[in-house]
């Protein structure tokens, strides 16, 4: 999170009053991340007079510290947060009396040095007691929020510790839907994650439990994208890294493991993603770069054609039944051929892209043809071929045994 030098450079300016919505109940959440605090310390300022007795200071400075888990950082950059997610390069704090925004100050993300942020608060008295929120805001986002009873006074200076807790949202108006085999999730307009139907995405769990209304999973980080799986769920970071959690017996949470996840789980390597798709035994995504990476496992009788990853199968994953292949991928490897891919679609044991040119192509079982390759049927094809299209894709999507597409008409 970041700090701050001791020349504050953004604008501070007071808002109009208005009504802001009450916080929802933390506790709903479980396990936090790691609660951010806020160190206050209090100075008294003046006002110039051209008057031969100067006038009574009338503010008292607020220099506020921004801490994670007790330590300064050097920035405000937090995972999952970028310029891409905020919409602006910059975020805010405010305080406010009651419901009332008395004062929000700019707070850009480039790093500075470890030093407070000046914060001028009007009092209306020699000494007052005031009851403030002090709340950090990413763009359109309020993120936290901290009580924060202090008396103050003019010409004195006085500290005081302020915990964060997380600002919670309800899930309307939701931004994206994915519905899975057993369970569905969705995405609130702020960015947090709810899911809802089976919670334990486990194979073979007799009387998994269920929530009958959306619940959140997580609140951070927030998210933009998210997709589901047959028992497992993708959801896309606004920084582009990405998490999966669920069943992972053939790998296709891409963690380099086989173990299942209840939360989400950050995917394995040094990758920036712009897209991803949950298939029903595998996971596909786009990086930033424009690299279709795949990962995850398939069944017994297309394991030699690599089952939707578009390459050989390289790890060896436990044996699950006379279905499952022992072969899979428990981290993202690139699909052969080299192409670089605008959109992917991860299906059952195949998938389909679409190139930046808009050519599609898919790849692994064919047994009905699902491929579109436009050829006599055959099992599967290991790595990319193009769809017998003539015309432009937008987008193309893999399902059970069919694929769809759009094209750039």
């Known amino acids: ?51 031969t007795e100067p006038d009574p200071p009338s503010t008292a400075t607020l220099e506020i510290l921004v801490q994670w888990d007790g330590e300064v950082e050097e920035s405000l950059d937090v995972p ?20 009332t925004p008395v004062v929000e100050t700019v707070v850009p993300f480039s790093p500075t040095s470890a030093a407070p942020i000046p914060v001028e608060v009007e009092l209306q008295a020699q000494t007052e007691g005031l009851a403030l929120t002090v709340e950090l805001l990413g763009g359109p986002h309020r993120l936290f929020s901290g009580a924060l009873d202090v008396e103050l006074s003019l010409g004195e200076s006085t500290q005081a510790l302020v915990p964060l807790e997380p600002i919670l949202t309800g899930l309307e108006p939701a931004a994206a839907v994915a519905s899975g085999s057993e369970f569905t999730c969705a995405l609130s307009e702020g960015g947090q994650l709810f899911c809802w139907g089976r919670t334990d995405l486990r194979r073979g769990e007799e009387d998994p439990e269920t929530r009958t209304e959306p619940a ?50 950050r995917v394995n390597g040094d990758h920036t993603f712009a897209a991803v798709d949950a298939g029903s035994l ?7 770069g424009g690299a279709g990476l795949c990962w995850g496992g398939t069944s017994v009788h297309v394991e030699d054609f690599g089952g939707g990853m578009g390459y050989d199968l390289p790890d060896e994953c436990p044996s699950i039944d006379a279905y499952h292949s022992t072969r899979c991928s428990m ?79």
């Open 216 to 265: 959140p999973v997580t609140f951070w980080p927030r998210f933009i994208h998210v997709t589901a799986g047959d028992h497992h769920a993708c959801a896309l970071a606004g920084g582009g890294e990405l998490y999966c959690w669920g069943w992972n017996g053939l790998g296709q949470l891409g963690d380099g493991t086989t173990t299942d996840r209840a939360e989400p789980t």
């Open 80 to 99: 999952g947060i970028d310029e891409a997610f905020l919409g602006s390069d910059s975020a805010s704090i405010r305080l406010l009396r009651g419901a």
């Open 331 to 409: 981290i993202p490897r690139p699909v052969d051929g080299g192409l670089s891919f605008s959109q992917i679609s991860a299906g059952v044991m195949f998938s389909c892209g679409v190139t930046a040119g808009g050519t599609g192509y898919c790849w692994g079982w064919d047994r009905f043809s699902q491929l579109g390759v436009g050829a006599d049927t055959v099992l599967a094809y290991g790595d990319p071929q193009p769809i017998a299209f003539d015309g432009s894709f937008q987008e193309v999507q893999a399902g059970g045994a069919f694929a769809c597409g759009i094209d750039q008409a």
């Open 1 to 51: 999170m970041p700090s701050y030098g001791p020349q504050w450079p953004g604008p501070m300016r007071i808002l109009p009053s208005r009504n802001l919505p009450g916080l929802s109940d933390p506790e709903a959440l479980g396990p936090r991340p790691l609660i951010p605090l806020i160190l206050l310390a209090v100075a008294a300022g003046c006002d110039s007079s051209s008057s």
């Open 282 to 288: 595998h996971t596909c995504a786009v990086t930033a």
